[in-house]
């Protein structure tokens, strides 16, 4: 039986401070698809964001393919939630590193 998304985010929340960041990734990433599924979409944005987020700081700035998945979902997740403004904050994260993607 799938696990509840909340008790994934705090599991992540504790492999981020432990600088564990596959786990961190995982977790976030696993959170916010429940989330997606529920219709939560702005708990999924965050979650995804998240999960983007520490992708980035796990691969040093360099491989940005998770990253910038999880951040274009995590957009549409927080268009879905009617927040505009973090949606398009979370397109431009996407785009950004879907540039440096490009150039390694």
Not at 21 to 41: M, Q
Request: aromatic fraction near 16%; include cysteine; hydrophobic fraction near 35%.
């Amino acid at each position: 039986m799938d696990r509840e998304p909340k008790v994934l985010e705090e599991e992540a929340y504790a492999f981020l401070y432990q600088e564990k960041f596959d786990e961190t990734f995982g977790l976030f990433r696993k959170a916010g698809d429940i989330y997606k599924n529920k219709g939560s979409h702005k708990q999924a944005a965050i979650c995804l964001a998240a999960a983007g987020s520490s992708w980035s700081v796990k691969c040093g700035e360099k491989t940005f393919y998770n990253s910038a998945m999880c951040y274009e979902q995590a957009s549409k997740e927080a268009e879905r939630a009617g927040d505009y403004e973090y949606a398009a904050l979370l397109y431009k994260y996407a785009a950004a590193n879907s540039v440096f993607r490009a150039d390694t």
